[in-house]
């Protein structure tokens, strides 16, 4: 009888075990969405708004799913960017700069089509295209199964990382009223401390998630989004991995990350989606489809998303800045670009801050929809038509 030598193999990572497996998460989140647009346009539409706008404490319902259940999604997806980033798909600098340029590409294509339709006042919201869901696009692809190599979800979930950054930036640079330097100030010390504690190889989780809510909260009182101290606090926690080894499966951050994940897929995603996915479309005029914003935003999340994802990792291949992502086609690559332009929750969000409360936000709203709803479909198809042979063949080409 032939014995094999039995070979180490790297613990599972649990995000990329869900990405991987059946696609009951996005299930559950293309459930919870397509539940909220009944609901906003039903005779309960009064009663999901009065709810979501009820205030518990200092912040509204929605604000709480948005600032606060959202940013333990942030964190699990910072996990598994760490965790790729020291010891997987995005080790080399190369497989990093490739969803930095595919972000910047993808924030600033929409920017200009928003741009290249709007004048005077609604130049405003020129940033409203400029985001990527990341629970609604991983959602679309979790679905497709096997059709997408991991490399790509992957690939898609640091794009929508940076760019969420990006957008967050833009918000505090050109749509916030002011930051608080104070609290500003209070947060890099925070930071500053779990930093330390990495380096002291502090391995007990409760100390970071601790001070992690507190960095939360003087995050959201500094004026920034919130949810950004979810993937600072991901940044500090450790992981040991050993070149040649498998990485150590009793981490700190693979124990965080393997808590996390049910939770956060089962729960609070599909929360998540649908306290944000209620838009109404009872009322709305033709006229409203034409307008400026609704153009510049529909089509700068449905062609200025894809043309900036695609041609930007276009570019940096043919440069030998960045690799394309390992067994993906450029079919799939593009199909990928074309998902980056579901926007719905961050685009809501920098669309409330763009203009006036009840200024343009049926033209923001609809956009929004049209834009992500084409997006996620066209990729999807695109990502099904892609040719299995040619898929796992054409990984140079």
């Known amino acids: 009888m032939e014995h094999r030598p039995i070979r180490p193999t790297r613990p599972a990572s649990a995000l990329r075990a869900v990405l991987t497996g059946e696609a009951g998460g996005g299930l559950v989140l293309m459930a919870a969405a397509a539940l909220a647009l009944v609901v906003a346009n039903s005779g309960a539409a009064d009663a999901y708004n009065r709810a979501l706008h009820a205030y518990l404490g200092p912040l509204s319902v929605l604000h709480w799913i948005n600032d606060g259940l959202m940013a333990a999604f942030f964190l699990l997806v910072g996990l598994e960017i760490k965790r790729e980033a020291l010891d997987g798909r995005l080790r080399t600098w190369p497989d990093r700069a490739l969803p930095g340029i595919a972000a910047l590409g993808g924030m600033a294509v929409p920017a200009l089509v928003y741009v290249a339709l709007n004048r005077g006042d609604t130049l405003r919201g020129w940033a409203i295209p400029s985001a990527t869901d990341i629970a609604f696009a991983l959602g679309v692809l979790a679905l497709l199964g096997r059709r997408a190599p991991v490399s790509l979800k992957v ?183 074309v998902l980056c332009g579901i926007g719905f929750t961050m685009s809501l969000f920098i669309g409330g801050l763009a203009f006036a409360p009840g200024l343009n936000e049926t033209e923001v709203k609809l956009g929004v929809l049209a834009g992500s709803l084409a997006s996620g479909v066209l990729g999807a198809l695109i990502l099904l038509s892609a040719d299995p042979a040619r898929r796992a063949g054409s990984a140079t080409g």
């Open 155 to 337: 690939f898609l979930s640091a794009v929508a990382i940076v760019d969420d950054l990006g957008a967050v930036i833009i918000i505090a640079l050109f749509y916030t009223g002011g930051l608080d330097p104070w609290m500003l100030g209070l947060a890099g010390a925070l930071l500053a401390v779990l930093f330390a504690m990495n380096r002291a190889r502090v391995s007990a989780l409760p100390p970071y998630l601790l001070l992690g809510l507190v960095l939360w909260v003087l995050v959201l009182r500094s004026g920034v989004h919130a949810t950004v101290a979810g993937v600072l606090l991901a940044l500090t926690i450790p992981i040991r991995p050993s070149p040649g080894r498998p990485e150590d499966a009793a981490s700190p951050l693979h124990r965080l990350e393997h808590a996390l994940t049910p939770f956060v897929t089962y729960a609070i995603v599909p929360v998540f989606g649908f306290a944000n996915a209620g838009v109404t479309l009872i009322g709305l005029s033709p006229s409203a489809l034409l307008h400026p914003v609704t153009l510049g935003v529909a089509l700068g999340l449905f062609l200025g998303k894809q043309a900036g994802v695609f041609a930007s990792v276009r570019l940096a291949v043919a440069a030998g800045l960045a690799a394309r992502p390992a067994g993906a086609s450029w079919t799939q690559v593009y199909g990928v670009g």
